[in-house]
């Protein structure tokens, strides 16, 4: 008789390890919701004005939130020459900002250049008097502007809406430009003069290229402060609807008899904002950079 003996079993030792469970970041939720909450702020006038533009004026108060009741009549409207002069004040608008944003280049980048590179007695008085012209409100040197230009017999025209946005915009020409021009390395403008090159060549041969980025971003931004300036335009126009810009004009806006222009407003709203979207979004990146090219030196 055969007797078997049971073998004992082997035991293997597994070693479970508990499932940790994965923390929440509470710093990362609340950068998202902070950046949610920033989007919805921002966006949320953007989007009602494009879903007004498009709607029928019969229905500006209805209460959806979509696009209904759509039409294309508003921007008709818009461009109906019969009732507003929105197409003339685009194109104001264009002028006056070309003029200024070239003036405020020119005069800018020579005066920032002369800051940053040059050393005379009262820099530092210079620069910080500059950034403080700059903190001054248009309304405290509207009636001085206004009784200026009255006793000339400016108001109404082109020289009158031009001339205060360029005092506005060189200081954030200046001050931007003297930063980037104070990080550039000495040593490329004495490389050209040691080559043969006289101060001016060397200043347009060498700096200025190098300086392109800043020029650049800082011309967008002096440009889209004069598209969106509408105070002192609004007084020192003098009602002359034929150099005034088009915050003016969407300001004066009438869409006919018996008619309430805010759905007309708000297609010439839109029509004034959409290419200043294209132009920020395309050259985000150049506009970020031009931001950052003086910020390290090297």
């Not at 070239?102 to 020579?110: C, D, E, K, R, T």
């Not at 620069?127 to 040197?141: D, E, K, N, R, W």
């Not at 969106?228 to 003016?248: D, I």
Request: net charge positive.
């Amino acid at each position: 008789m055969v007797t078997t003996t049971a073998l004992p079993a082997r035991t293997t030792e597994t070693s479970v390890r508990p499932r940790q469970r994965r923390k929440i970041r509470w710093n990362t939720v609340g950068t998202g919701a902070t950046t949610v909450i920033i989007l919805l702020w921002c966006l949320a006038p953007f989007y009602w004005m494009l879903v007004l533009s498009f709607r029928d004026s019969a229905y500006t108060f209805s209460t959806d939130l979509w696009f209904s009741h759509v039409t294309f009549d508003n921007f008709r409207y818009a461009f109906n020459a019969d009732y507003n002069p929105f197409a003339q004040s685009l194109l104001n608008s264009l002028l006056i900002g070309t003029v200024v944003t070239a003036l405020s280049m020119v005069i800018g980048v020579f005066a920032a250049y002369a800051l940053a590179r040059l050393s005379f007695r009262g820099k530092g008085i210079v620069l910080a008097a500059i950034l403080g012209s700059s903190m001054f409100p248009g309304v405290a040197i509207l009636t001085p502007l206004f009784q200026l230009f009255s006793g000339w017999h400016w108001l109404g025209t082109y020289q009158a809406l031009a001339l205060p946005q360029i005092s506005f915009s060189l200081p954030l020409a200046v001050y931007t430009l003297t930063s980037f021009f104070a990080a550039m390395p000495w040593n490329l403008e004495e490389a050209a003069r040691i080559d043969g090159a006289t101060p001016g060549q060397a200043f347009r041969l060498v700096i200025l290229p190098l300086a392109a980025p800043a020029l650049f971003t800082t011309s967008i931004l002096v440009f889209l402060a004069s598209w969106n300036e509408y105070l002192l335009s609004s007084v020192l126009s003098n009602g002359a609807t034929a150099v005034a810009p088009s915050t003016v004009a969407i300001a004066n806006f009438t869409a006919g008899p018996h008619i309430v222009p805010y759905t007309q407003t708000m297609a010439a709203g839109l029509v004034v904002t959409i290419p200043l979207i294209v132009v920020v979004l395309l050259l985000q990146r150049r506009i970020v950079s031009g931001l950052t090219a003086g910020g390290v030196k090297g």
